[in-house]
DNA sequence: CCGGATCCGGTTAGATACTG
DNA sequence: CAGTATCTAACCGGATCCGG
């Protein structure tokens, strides 16, 4: 820890030696929002590297934010769980994402879309309170893509976790959503709404007019569409 | 700026391409903390390289975070002043600055004594309320350390800038603290009171009863000096 | 499949010196 | 005062490979 300090006694620097190194940020997000395996944090980082991942695992047990746990029942396998530390750095990754939402153009935001991050995103956040009591199948298709990252489908069942799937599952679909993946990852991060995308036809909603009509409420928005956005 | 990336739309990932860079959320702490000047900015981050902060500062101006601005009275000066998304990145410092007093253990800290750091700090924090309203001078004496960074002087006027200076300044002192610089540095933090070093004989104040008596309040302590401490 | 380690080329940062 | 220039060391990205 001697190597890269900043040499100041101030607590500012002392936690950004830890934190402000490049994608710890990032990770700890993929963290706070409830990731715990090696492989399912690599899907919430995907362009950071395994050995870069690592490395970071290990500072951040080094630094008492999280702490690495094997899974008794699964052997070889290994859970990342953050520590009451970890857990209060929620406050400062609310700080720079909410600072993000307010204060970062959305062009350059708009350049970096990702059919997989936005629906890993969405069948995480999803909300089924507001869905039929029984199981519903959502088939996303995002037809200016290629076909390998075009399709997407979400299985929702009431009491269960979310499945996101990208091939064919086998259910009947009860909901289709043609949309472009702009259009989805705006929504998603509440600059544009389902209505509006719907009246300018570039969102098109076919199947169950239940789910249809209540997409805006069960569709779990990114935790930061609520913040006011400042710059264009 | 696609140099870089992390190229994720959330907005905690557009975030920390600007912010967690190395040095960029210590520079932010000292352009909040008021300095606007290339040489005042350098004694803010004295480890950092002149070539890294001008760096800094223009991606920082790309960013929409600060403008530089020519002093028209003084050519070939110039001021970095932060423009309001900037001002708006003091509750990120903050929730930085707050976890590391929280959690980043005291040990390592206090391994980063810096004189000149602390007396910049505390020149900048002193509060001028319940001192004389008379200019005051005094001497902070470090006697651990070479002769070169030892004394100090912090020249008090009321309505006016607190002075600091590292060589003798020819008034009279009207309150010496002899100490050593991790007392001094304890105290700024926090994690120990101008009664308690005292008594324990790690500090030694003479001249002014005035003065001595209210050294707790007039000393400016650290902004997250009132953060409890959750680790050693 | 899961959880990494290894290697190599490119980028970034540190140290020091220097300039208008 | 306000920065550049230059050289070296550390870090990072991307691909591949490995052991259970």
């Given at each position: ?58 500072e951040?047990?080094?630094?008492g ?132 995308a ?12 239940e ?22």
């Amino acid at each position: 820890m001697a190597e890269g300090s900043y040499k100041q006694f101030c607590p500012v620097a002392m936690a950004a030696e830890i934190l402000c190194t490049r994608w710890t940020v990032v990770l700890l997000r993929e963290l706070l929002a409830g990731s715990t395996r090696f492989n399912d944090l690599r899907r919430g980082v995907p362009r950071m590297s395994p050995a870069l991942l690592a490395k970071r695992l290990r500072e951040l047990q080094a630094a008492g934010i999280l702490e690495r746990l094997p899974v008794p029942t699964e052997p070889d396998v290994s859970e990342y769980k953050l520590t009451p530390s970890g857990h209060e750095l929620r406050t400062v990754v609310e700080a720079v994402g909410n600072w993000g939402q307010r204060w970062v153009e959305t062009k350059p935001t708009l350049e970096n879309l990702d059919p997989e991050l936005l629906m890993w995103d969405m069948h995480r956040n999803l909300n089924t309170d507001p869905m039929p009591h029984h199981r519903s199948t959502i088939q996303f298709m995002y037809r200016e893509l290629p076909q390998t990252s075009s399709n997407w489908w979400l299985i929702v069942e009431p009491g269960k976790n979310v499945d996101l799937c990208s091939i064919e599952p086998g259910f009947d679909v009860d909901l289709y959503v043609s949309t472009d993946l702009r259009t989805m990852t705006e929504i998603w991060m509440g600059l544009n709404t389902v209505s509006r995308a719907k009246r300018e036809d570039r969102i098109i909603l076919t199947g169950s007019r239940e789910l249809e009509s209540a997409m805006q409420s069960w569709l779990g928005l990114s935790p930061f569409a609520k913040i006011e956005k400042l710059v264009s």
